[in-house]
């Protein structure tokens, strides 16, 4: 974590340290959060709708703060060590990028629709092997979260793997600016965010906001099955670095790399690819797609020189993010996929192919919620999963949510009413799955993050 003196600090973040006798106290991480003071920390009060940090500036200081930014348009500071800055957000941002700077580590941004924490955590799985590694932890990946995940990094850090989410434009082109990477990933582009960008060409612009922060030089690894992708970077109105290099990964073969082999087990996955024909990597995760956000990694092993012994070591040590098909083995012996953190129309297809191929005694039984902000065709969307689930590879449907009411519609003329139960009432839904399932049963939990689907997935633990 950054350890600086409060003379360092207000350089850094262009402030002003309105009591130069503190000038030599040395600050030890940064909190936003009142609630999270630590001894010697600095105190970051911020903003917002429904919040104002710099109400507890005093409190901040009297549980142990070494020190505490203060915007000058908040009134009189408080007693104590105080740095006065005209907007304590950019002047959180600004000690980012400059701390960022003295450390120098190379710099891994990535972005995407679906994929980017799965992708981020192999990453850094790989480039651990042989690099001291810092990666963004948990859903830190946004204007605020991304300057805290760089104040976190520890001195020695040699590369920097940063998470990069978004909701609407400009928000990654600033990030971007923020990390500066060396190399970008973009996973893909879905349809998360409709809501608020329109369409799907917008959202593939919005990504590919990471450019405009990369290095000269810099390279950008990307999606090649996205067709909106190599289309945006064409038009010619983007701005990118001088001497951008590109590289694309994807399923089929006129990528720079593809798998040529892919094989399901119990594990997980075992496959290879262009690129590695003769070595044949095993991923412990199910999922073809998760094969194919490997490709992405494994494009980042081979700019920094990883063998592939050590990419075998990474893939073996691999640790997730929760909640994203999180493989949970129940006392009775059923298996629960939990990939209830977020979900999309790409990312739930992506969900369901792992439940309808992996092979078990029990029934497969798909538990999946609603899908949020894909705009005003919300309703089509969730007909098309309703759809897409196969009868001859998934057992019983249950959903739960307003708009899951349509994709169970949807099932129910493949499936038949007798294989498909919807609800908008939890409660009921857990009583009614949990007198459904049996040892051996295979089941995913599925929906976006504001559905809570884990605490189904919860209840039928508890159930057992």
């Not at 940090?53 to 009297?62: N, V």
């Amino acid at each position: 974590m950054i350890i600086r003196t409060l003379e360092d600090i207000a350089i850094m973040c262009e402030g002003e340290l309105l009591t130069p006798e503190a000038s030599d106290i040395k600050i030890k991480g940064v909190v936003t959060d009142s609630r999270k003071i630590t001894m010697d920390c600095l105190f970051v009060p911020l903003s917002g709708e429904n919040f104002e940090g710099h109400h507890f500036g005093p409190a901040a200081l009297a549980a142990g703060a070494a020190g505490i930014l203060w915007q000058r348009d908040k009134g009189p500071a408080p007693e104590g060590a105080v740095i006065a800055v005209e907007d304590t957000l950019i002047a959180l941002q600004k000690l980012a990028s400059s701390y960022l700077s003295q450390v120098a580590p190379q710099v891994v941004a990535i972005t995407g629709s679906n994929g980017k924490t799965t992708t981020k955590d192999i990453v850094t799985s790989l480039l651990e092997t042989q690099f001291k590694v810092h990666k963004t932890q948990g859903n830190f990946n946004n204007h605020i979260g991304l300057p805290l995940t760089l104040l976190s990094m520890s001195e020695g850090t040699e590369i920097a793997v940063l998470e990069m989410g978004m909701s609407s434009r400009g928000e990654i082109a600033l990030l971007s600016a923020l990390g500066n990477p060396d190399v970008a990933i973009i996973t893909n582009v879905g349809e998360s965010h409709l809501l608020q960008l329109g369409s799907r060409k917008e959202i593939a612009r919005a990504k590919l906001e990471i450019t405009e922060g990369l290095k000269a030089e810099g390279l950008l690894i990307f999606n090649g099955d996205e067709p909106l992708l190599a289309e945006v970077l064409n038009e010619g109105n983007l701005p990118v670095p001088s001497g951008m290099k590109t590289f694309r990964f994807g399923i089929h073969s006129d990528n720079n790399d593809y798998p040529t082999g892919i094989m399901t087990h119990t594990g997980g996955m075992t496959f290879t690819s262009h690129s590695y024909e003769d070595h044949a990597f095993t991923l412990p995760l199910p999922g073809r797609h998760n094969v194919i956000n490997t490709l992405a990694a494994l494009a980042v092993a081979r700019h920094y020189g990883i063998s592939e012994e050590n990419i075998d070591i990474g893939l073996r040590n691999l640790k997730l993010t929760g909640m994203r098909i999180e493989v949970i083995t129940t006392p009775s012996g059923m298996t629960l996929l939990n990939d209830a953190y977020n979900a999309s129309p790409t990312s739930m297809k992506a969900a369901i192919d792992v439940l309808q191929s992996m092979k078990g005694s029990g029934m497969k039984i798909a538990v999946l919620g609603d899908m949020l902000e894909l705009g005003p065709e919300e309703t089509m969307f969730h007909e098309e999963i309703g759809s897409y689930l196969d009868p001859q590879k998934t057992d019983l449907i249950f959903t739960y949510g307003n708009l899951s009411v349509h994709l169970a519609q949807a099932a129910a003329k493949n499936f038949g009413s007798e294989r498909v139960f919807s609800f908008t009432d939890k409660s009921e839904l857990m009583t009614h799955l949990n007198s459904k399932c049996n040892p051996k049963d295979i089941i995913l939990f599925k929906a976006s993050r504001g559905m809570r689907m884990e605490e189904v997935l919860q209840s039928l633990i508890a159930h057992e």
